[in-house]
C-alpha cells in the first residue's frame, strides 16, 4: 500500500460516522447533517422537470460538461459573491474562470490541499478546527498546526506569533496556507470580524514576503447562507486588494441539498490551471447534470425562498437547545458555551477534568443514555495548541425539538454521573 493510504487510516471521520451506524438507537447531536424534513423536494421537482422538458437542454445536462464546472451557474456564483462582499464596482478585476464547480466543498478543499501541499509542509489553522479538513491534510502527508484562539475567533497576533516561532526554526518556507472557517465556524459556531478577516489577509501577505513563497488564506464559507441574527460581513476576498492570495470555498450542501453534491471555489490566478488539472485527472468534471439543477433551481427563483425557510427552522433549533442546555446546565460551575448567529453547532467548555473522548467514562456514560455527540478532541491539530479534552460539538440541525430537549437532558445526566 502506498504511503497516502496508510495516511489515511485511522481518520477521525470515519469512527464518528460508524459509531451512530452501530448504536442507531441513539439521539445524535453530533452529525452536521441538515434536516430531512428540509431538503427541498418541491423545488429540485420542479427545477428537474425544466431541465428534461427542454430536449436540448436535457441531453447537454446528461452529457459530459466542462471540467471547471456549468458555465451560467459559474458566472451567478461569481456575481452572488460580489453582490454579497459588497464589490459589485470591482466586477471587471474578477474573471468566471476563477470560478470552478466540484462535488462539494470537500473536494475543492482536497483539491487546492493537493495543488498546494507537499509531505512536510504546514497548514496553520483553528484551534478548534474543522475536523474533516484534519483529515485532508494528513493524507497529504502535512502538518497541521492550532493557532490559539478566543471568542471572536483565531487572534492575529498568535497567528503571527506562530509564523515567527516557525521562522525561528527554520520551517517558514513549510508554511503553505492558514485554514479559517470563517462564519459560524464548525465546531464553535465563531464568526471572525471583518477587522480580523483583514488582519489575518495582511499576515499572509506580510510572511509570504518574508518566506519569499505564497503563503494561501483558505476562506471555508460552508455556513455562510445560514446566518440567523447579526450583520453580514464580506468574506476574506474583499481583503485580498490583489487577488493573489484568498481561496474561497463554498457549498450547496448545507444550505439547499448535500445529497446534490455541488460546491464551488473562487480561486487566486496561480491555483486556477493547477486545480483544474486535478480535476481532469480526478473526473473530468463534477455532476453535470446536478450542476445544471442548481442553474435551473437559482433561474426559477427557487433558492431563496428555500433559505429563508431553512433560516427560520434553524433558528427555532438553536433556541430550543439554547433553553435546553440553560435548563439542564445553566448551574453547573465550569460549564459554559455562547450563543452563534448561525450555522449548526454549539461549543460546549466543561469542567478542567473531565474527558469527553473515548478514553474518557463520559462518552460511555452519554451513549448509555442514548446520546452521542462529538468529542472536542477531534477538533484539534497534533500540533500547536494543547489539545482540550473537556469539549463537546453539538449540532442541532438533525433532530426535532423533542430530540435535541432530550439529548440534552441525557447529556447532563450523564455529565452528572461523570462528576459524582
Known amino acids: 500500500m502506498s504511503q497516502r493510504s496508510e495516511w489515511a487510516e485511522g481518520q477521525a471521520i470515519g469512527e464518528l460516522m460508524a459509531l451512530p451506524l452501530q448504536y442507531p438507537q441513539l439521539i445524535s447531536l453530533a452529525a452536521g447533517f441538515v434536516d430531512q424534513q428540509s431538503l427541498p423536494l418541491d423545488a429540485v421537482r420542479i427545477a428537474c422537470e425544466a431541465v428534461m422538458r ?52 470537500n473536494q475543492l478543499l482536497q483539491m487546492v490541499s493537493e495543488c498546494l501541499l507537499d509531505p512536510g509542509d504546514i497548514v496553520l489553522c483553528a484551534a478548534p478546527t474543522y475536523l474533516v479538513i484534519l483529515g485532508t491534510f494528513r493524507n497529504m502527508g502535512a502538518r497541521a498546526i492550532g493557532v490559539d484562539t478566543d471568542d471572536e475567533g483565531i487572534v492575529p497576533e498568535a497567528l503571527a506569533g506562530r509564523l515567527s516561532q516557525l521562522q525561528q526554526r527554520g520551517e517558514l518556507g513549510r508554511v503553505k496556507a492558514i485554514y479559517v472557517v470563517s462564519y459560524f465556524d464548525n465546531p464553535r459556531g465563531l464568526t471572525l470580524s471583518a477587522e480580523r478577516r483583514q488582519q489575518i489577509v495582511e499576515i499572509a501577505k506580510r510572511w509570504s514576503r518574508e518566506a519569499n513563497s505564497q503563503i494561501m488564506v483558505i476562506d471555508d464559507a460552508a455556513y455562510r447562507e445560514l446566518r440567523y441574527t447579526g450583520q453580514e460581513v464580506p468574506s476574506m476576498l474583499r481583503f485580498d486588494e490583489d487577488r493573489d492570495t484568498v481561496v474561497v470555498a463554498g457549498t450547496f450542501s448545507k444550505p439547499f441539498s448535500p445529497g446534490m453534491r455541488v460546491g464551488w471555489g473562487i480561486l487566486p490566478e496561480a491555483l486556477v490551471d493547477p486545480v483544474n488539472n486535478v480535476k481532469s485527472n480526478a473526473d473530468f468534471g463534477s455532476p453535470n447534470f446536478n450542476q445544471h439543477l442548481m442553474t435551473k433551481v437559482v433561474e426559477l427563483g427557487l433558492y431563496e425562498p428555500h433559505i429563508e425557510g431553512l433560516r427560520s427552522l434553524y433558528q427555532g433549533k438553536l433556541d430550543t437547545m439554547l433553553s435546553a442546555l440553560n435548563d439542564c446546565l445553566g448551574g453547573q460551575s465550569s460549564t459554559s458555551w455562547k450563543r452563534p448567529d448561525g450555522g449548526l453547532y454549539i461549543w460546549l467548555q466543561l469542567p478542567d477534568g473531565i474527558d469527553t473522548g ?22 484539534f491539530a497534533a500540533e500547536g495548541e494543547p489539545i482540550q479534552k473537556n469539549t463537546i460539538r453539538l449540532s442541532f440541525g438533525v433532530q426535532d425539538d423533542d430530540g435535541i430537549r432530550q439529548g440534552v437532558e441525557s447529556l447532563a445526566r450523564a455529565l452528572q454521573d461523570s462528576l459524582a
Open 358 to 379: 473515548r478514553s474518557g467514562s463520559l462518552l460511555t456514560r452519554a451513549m448509555d443514555e442514548g446520546i452521542f455527540y462529538v468529542p472536542g478532541e477531534y477538533c
Open 54 to 105: 427542454d430536449p436540448v437542454v436535457a441531453q447537454a445536462a446528461l452529457q459530459y460538461g466542462a471540467t471547471p464546472g456549468h458555465p451560467p451557474l459559474r458566472e451567478w456564483l461569481l456575481d452572488r459573491q460580489l453582490s454579497q462582499d459588497g464589490m459589485q464596482s470591482e466586477s471587471h478585476r474578477f474573471d468566471v474562470s476563477s470560478v470552478v464547480c466540484t462535488a462539494g466543498s
